[in-house]
């Protein structure tokens, strides 16, 4: 009989996309967003199901089932001796639940998207999210910063609150009917003007009742000027806070140092640790980036996680090839393996009953986000805008000082409509490399700015954060198969 066991089945999303991890044999049908575990050989009829037909493919299981050493393991599994006869009728009547579970939609199902895309680029967007520049300006200086410790390609500067509250009149103006917004603090380093950061908050609430509008506020901070005060400030207003930070302290000291060159860890670990603990160990993140020097950044989550951290995410660095930290094409094996590494830790930290949540292997295979966001991901340049300082705006916080890419400012909105409508236009159906890669509907095409800086277009891909992106979503996949499997 068929061991085909059906999980956390349907979400409302190519394929198929089979793949073997930490010992599962794993069957990802696509379009549906249903993931299978499965034996030996059911994994090894749906790999040829819809190439041939059920003769070719019942002489095609018997020939590959020759080999002893493939028998052998399908027998220890079944737990009995097959002779010819039982072992093909035992792949016909997987291929006929294969057949049922096709016509159900459950496996091979239909791409039900592609056909929704005209309407997709003409759907009515508001602005329902700003990246605040608050602070152009840093207090360290990050080897590997892609905001040039803070200036973006131009000069210091620090946003007035002037600039701040047209920023959110802007947004409340921009947002339609849409109830709940979202402002990000962001730098360089966004404490560097935390009077401008408080002030702009107690605006934001006046604001709140006047237009039938709540704002989350988060906050980005490299933590150097963390205190008790803004830890209380931001317990009470932030819905979220990013505590930059890359692990262990030689790693993080190496590329995160003072303009001195000295340290920051000593500094701003216990104040994390502080702030994790006093959000009960909820909306935040402790997130860092590996680069060339760590390529053993499972070792910098574990750090993380003994230090008593549960929220944690550790990035990949975007470089280009000519930076010695950058990473590069033959470290992708190397890096494949970690993820490994680290999602087998991730479960057995779990069956310990210590948790750990790693930002990259969070995926909801039971809902998710809406069409749209499965389409076009983060909305950068329509639904969510950077501002400078000064006041500009920009598709986001990584387009940030590049001219081609100035979309108007605060006081006149956005001009710059030909660039809108190219941010509205794109879908992973616009992207060559995205139409048939198993991974679309969970990146969403990746980051638009990466692709740009990478590839010259914002239709293009980043194809070095592809390859990873593929194995951090096949990591995810595994660790919600194992734990749903287990539980059951």
Known sequence: MCRCLLL?????????????????????????????????????????????????????????????????????????ELTRVTFQNEIEEIYNTISEMKKE?????????ESYIEEFGNRETVVKALCLHIAHDCNLACRYCFAEEGEY???????????????????????????????????????????VVKDLVAYGREQEKLHNKKF??????????????????????????????????EVNDKMRPFRNESGSYDLIMPKYIKVAKSRDQK????????????LDFSEDVKHLSEKGFEQISIEPVVAGDMESYAIKEEDIPGIMEQYDILAKYI???????????????????????????????????????????????????????????LMGNVDEGVTNEKLREEFKALNVYAKDNCKNCFSKFYCSGGCAANAYKYGGSIY?????????????????????????????
């Not at 018997?62 to 052998?72: A, H, S, T, V």
């Not at 935040?284 to 760590?294: A, I, W």
């Not at 930290?349 to 909801?364: C, S, T, V």
Request: glycine share 8%; charged share 25%; net charge negative.
């Open 153 to 195: 390609h131009g000069r210091r500067a620090l946003m007035s609150y002037e600039v701040g509250k047209k920023a959110l009149d802007f947004l409340i103006q921009s947002s339609g009917s849409r109830h709940n917004l979202e402002v990000d603090f962001f730098g360089g380093e966004p404490l560097m003007n935390f009077q």
């Open 216 to 249: 989350r506020f988060t906050l980005t901070t490299n933590g150097v000027l963390l205190n008790d005060d803004i830890i209380e400030f931001a317990n009470k207003e932030m819905s979220n806070i990013v505590l930059s930070i890359d692990g262990r302290r």
């Open 105 to 113: 939609g459950q496996l091979y199902s239909e791409d039900i998207y």
């Open 283 to 294: 909306n935040y993140y402790v997130r860092g980036t590996f680069t060339h020097n760590n």
């Open 347 to 405: 479960l057995e930290r779990r069956k310990e009953g210590k948790w750990i949540n790693f930002f990259h292997f969070m995926l909801d295979l039971s809902g998710g986000p809406c069409v749209a966001k499965r389409l076009s991901g983060c909305g950068s340049g329509t639904e969510y805008l950077a501002v400078t300082p000064w006041g500009d705006l920009y598709p986001c916080h990584q387009f940030v000082g590049e001219d081609d890419f």
């Open 460 to 488: 293009g891909t980043y194809d070095l954060g592809c390859e990873l992106q593929k194995k951090r979503v096949e990591c995810a996949l595994m660790i919600q198969a194992a734990e749903d499997n287990s539980s059951n």
């Open 8 to 80: 956390v089945m349907r979400g409302v999303y190519q394929v198929i996309h089979q793949f073997k991890n930490n010992g599962y044999n794993i069957v990802l049908d696509v379009n549906s967003g249903m993931v299978h575990i499965t034996d030996e050989m059911t994994y090894d009829v749906i790999s040829l199901f819809d190439s041939c037909g059920k003769d070719e493919l019942v002489a095609s299981m018997l020939q590959m089932y020759d080999n002893k050493e493939k028998l052998d393991v399908y027998e220890a599994e079944a737990e009995q």
